[in-house]
T-cell receptor
């Protein structure tokens, strides 16, 4: 059974700092990995999707890397801003035949606070 | 089409009542998913559809839960005889496949 762990559970940083969020998973046979952002009481916003054949993806100030063999992914946020404050969730999709990647297993998230 | 739409956003009900949630996916997406999220936890998979076919159901989906996706468009998730343990955020997502896009969720409170 796939298990996803995110460290740290909570992080508080001053505005402008670069930071790294970590995600680890127990079964390296993944189809894809997706990072999400969740604001309090809201749904999930997709940030980045990395296919198993890829090593990283970038979007603006965000960069996500994937090391499938070691079961790890990191989300790098450059020049953090107060608006980045949210919970960040990592999720992995497994192989399920033609519906691979359809069922995501989530970590519990990292709650990020960026202080002005 | 601006995204996945869920209704209602909030539902408060008494134990034993039935509730139904609706999800309208992004129009060109053929896959639709339901997840459940409790406070402080990551979402947990409940079930998913490819077009109108329900392809997988989690063991979390007890007999009191039923989901449908008639005509492969919108989906409904019904919970019968609600229990306090059903209190959670119910999230719907869709994909084409690939990247999943989530709605704002339907928060259920069972008193």
């Amino acid at each position: 059974k796939q298990e996803v762990t995110q460290i740290p559970a909570a992080l508080s940083v001053p505005e402008g700092e670069n930071l790294v969020l970590n995600c680890s998973f127990t079964d390296s046979a993944i189809y894809n990995l997706q990072w999400f952002r969740q604001d309090p009481g809201k749904g999930l916003t997709s940030l980045l999707l990395i296919q198993s054949s890829q090593r990283e993806q970038t979007s603006g100030r965000l960069n996500a890397s994937l090391d499938k063999s070691s079961g790890r992914s990191t989300l790098y946020i450059a020049a953090s801003q107060p608006g980045d404050s949210a919970t960040y969730l990592c999720a992995v999709g497994g192989f399920e035949g033609e519906t691979s990647g359809s069922r995501l297993t989530f970590g519990e998230g990292t709650q990020l606070t960026v202080n002005p | 089409d601006t995204g996945v739409s869920q209704d209602p956003r909030h539902k408060i009900t008494k134990r034993g009542q039935n509730v139904t949630f609706r999800c309208d996916p992004i129009s060109e997406h053929n896959r639709l998913y339901w997840y459940r999220q409790t406070l402080g936890q990551g979402p947990e998979f409940l079930t998913y559809f490819q077009n109108e076919a329900q392809l997988e159901k989690s063991r979390l989906l007890s007999d009191r839960f039923s989901a449908e996706r008639p005509k492969g468009s919108f989906s409904t998730l019904e919970i019968q005889r609600t229990e306090q343990g059903d209190s959670a955020m119910y999230l719907c997502a869709s994909s084409f496949p690939g990247e999943l896009f989530f709605g704002e969720g339907s928060r259920l409170t069972v008193l």
